[in-house]
């Protein structure tokens, strides 16, 4: 959970309900969508950020307000990520705006980390790094996303330069073996430039397409295709989402192999940019418009752990309702805590061979012979194939 600031008094109270009526104001919604937070920053020395985190399912899903800067005043608002939608409504009805052109970029399944600069209480620029849900870069018990990060800024030195460059925040995907997701990626640890974020003017808040975005070498995120005015789009989403379907296979220990899906960067004629998603079923499990489901539920529990250490209904919540109902949700709650229930145990299970696969010494892609014969002796035949699984992507 982002660390908030004790409260130990009513002044202190009233004083945090006033930063985030103050919050609310400047970027423009209710105060119930945010969420304070009193962190330090550990790109610049540890410099002291307060605040409040937009958790509005919009264009301003994860952007921040940092009210102080290292104790000063310094108030101001960062576009994030936006949060990306399907292109059809709960209905199963597509809603798509007039078309020039769709860019059709590739889906990447990692962790999102988002570039951003703020000034400090000298005037400053500084350059910092964010998770969707927190206002800074930060390893948990689940994931060293921060030491995972600082290997790819030493591997990609430029990605740090791509914020002033594009005079933009930068996004991008965190994805590989060793922060592994749905998909099961064969390479280790890499990174993707995914869009720019403007941050100033009429259009802040709305994103910069990749194509227009100066990469200076760093990776990107693959275009798969283009589509032209005329064209069908409806047919097209579906035809590809059943090609994507086809390609898509399962692993042995509950992964996929093959792709996430796309992310169409629909341009409408008035030069206006709407992103939409599209996953193959077995990425989306089941239909969205169906409502709440458990493979919805499990993926929003893996997403918690990227900035919680604990699962919880009550931690969870929050972000089922940026797409559910809180009445359908709480009908839905016996299968909610089954699926806490299941990812605890996969967790529990994961570090139980983990444990004992580092109290054999070796390593795995040295020793695979004697590392799987000492773990055969601890495990079910029947399981090793998940036991290799788990030891070649998380303890290799």
Same mark, same amino acid.
């Given at each position: 959970?982002?660390?908030?600031?004790?409260?130990?008094?009513?002044?202190?109270?009233?004083?945090?309900?006033?930063?985030?009526?103050?919050?609310?104001?400047?970027?423009?919604?209710?105060?119930?969508?945010?969420?304070?937070?009193?962190?330090?920053?550990?790109?610049?020395?540890?410099?002291?950020?307060?605040?409040?985190?937009?958790?509005?399912?919009?264009?301003?899903?994860?952007?921040?307000?940092?009210?102080?800067?290292?104790?000063?005043?310094?108030?101001?608002?960062?576009?994030?990520?936006?949060?990306?939608?399907?292109?059809?409504?709960?209905?199963?009805?597509?809603?798509?705006?007039?078309?020039?052109?769709?860019?059709?970029?590739? *889906? #990447?399944? %990692? @962790?999102?980390? /988002?570039?951003?600069?703020?000034?400090?209480?000298? =005037? &400053?620029?500084? !350059?910092?790094?964010?998770?969707?849900?927190?206002?800074?870069?930060?390893?948990?018990?689940?994931?060293?996303?921060?030491?995972?990060?600082?290997?790819?800024?030493?591997?990609?030195?430029?990605?740090?330069?791509?914020?002033?460059?594009?005079?933009?925040?930068?996004?991008?995907?965190?994805?590989?073996?060793?922060?592994?997701?749905?998909?099961?990626?064969?390479?280790?640890?890499?990174?993707?430039?995914?869009?720019?974020?403007?941050?100033?003017?009429?259009?802040?808040?709305?994103?910069?397409?990749?194509?227009?975005?100066?990469?200076?070498?760093?990776?990107?995120?693959?275009?798969?295709?283009?589509?032209?005015?005329?064209?069908?789009?409806?047919?097209?989403?579906?035809?590809?989402?059943?090609?994507?379907?086809?390609?898509?296979?399962?692993?042995?220990?509950? *992964? #996929?192999? %093959? @792709?996430?899906? /796309?992310?169409?960067?629909?341009?409408?004629?008035? =030069? &206006?940019?709407? !992103?939409?998603?599209?996953?193959?079923?077995?990425?989306?499990?089941?239909?969205?418009?169906?409502?709440?489901?458990?493979?919805?539920?499990?993926?929003?529990?893996?997403?918690?752990?990227?900035?919680?250490?604990?699962?919880?209904?009550?931690?969870?919540?929050?972000?089922?309702?940026?797409?559910?109902?809180?009445?359908?949700?709480?009908?839905?709650?016996?299968?909610?805590?089954?699926?806490?229930?299941?990812?605890?145990?996969?967790?529990?299970?994961?570090?139980?061979?983990?444990?004992?696969?580092?109290?054999?010494?070796?390593?795995?892609?040295?020793?695979?012979?004697?590392?799987?014969?000492?773990?055969?002796?601890?495990?079910?035949?029947?399981?090793?194939?998940?036991?290799?699984?788990?030891?070649?992507?998380?303890?290799?």
């Amino acid at each position: 959970m982002i660390p908030r600031r004790s409260l130990p008094s009513s002044n202190v109270m009233e004083n945090e309900t006033d930063n985030l009526n103050h919050a609310a104001q400047l970027l423009g919604v209710d105060a119930g969508w945010l969420q304070p937070f009193d962190v330090t920053d550990p790109f610049n020395d540890d410099l002291r950020l307060a605040g409040a985190l937009c958790r509005k399912p919009d264009q301003r899903y994860g952007a921040l307000v940092l009210l102080e800067i290292g104790g000063a005043s310094v108030p101001q608002v960062i576009h994030a990520t936006p949060k990306l939608h399907y292109p059809f409504d709960r209905a199963g009805k597509f809603r798509f705006p007039p078309i020039r052109r769709i860019h059709l970029y590739e *889906k #990447l399944d %990692g @962790t999102n980390v /988002l570039a951003y600069r703020y000034r400090d209480g000298d =005037g &400053a620029a500084r !350059l910092t790094y964010k998770l969707r849900l927190s206002p800074v870069l930060r390893n948990s018990k689940w994931g060293d996303f921060l030491d995972l990060w600082q290997e790819l800024l030493q591997r990609h030195p430029a990605i740090a330069r791509l914020a002033e460059v594009n005079d933009c925040q930068m996004s991008f995907e965190l994805y590989g073996a060793r922060n592994a997701h749905l998909i099961a990626y064969e390479i280790e640890l890499a990174v993707a430039a995914l869009f720019g974020v403007r941050q100033i003017g009429n259009d802040a808040g709305s994103v910069v397409p990749p194509h227009q975005l100066e990469l200076l070498g760093v990776p990107g995120a693959a275009l798969l295709g283009e589509m032209i005015a005329g064209e069908d789009p409806v047919e097209k989403y579906n035809r590809i989402r059943e090609e994507m379907e086809r390609g898509n296979h399962a692993t042995d220990d509950d *992964k #996929l192999t %093959g @792709t996430e899906g /796309l992310v169409w960067y629909v341009e409408e004629p008035s =030069g &206006a940019l709407t !992103l939409f998603k599209c996953k193959p079923e077995s990425v989306e499990a089941i239909h969205w418009a169906l409502g709440i489901n458990k493979q919805a539920v499990l993926a929003t529990c893996w997403n918690l752990l990227e900035t919680q250490d604990e699962l919880s209904y009550d931690a969870l919540l929050p972000l089922l309702l940026e797409e559910y109902g809180a009445e359908e949700i709480e009908n839905f709650r016996p299968h909610v805590e089954d699926c806490l229930r299941q990812v605890r145990e996969t967790l529990a299970y994961r570090e139980r061979v983990l444990a004992a696969y580092r109290a054999l010494g070796l390593s795995v892609t040295e020793h695979k012979a004697e590392v799987m014969r000492a773990l055969s002796a601890q495990f079910p035949r029947g399981e090793m194939k998940k036991v290799y699984s788990i030891v070649a992507r998380y303890g290799a």
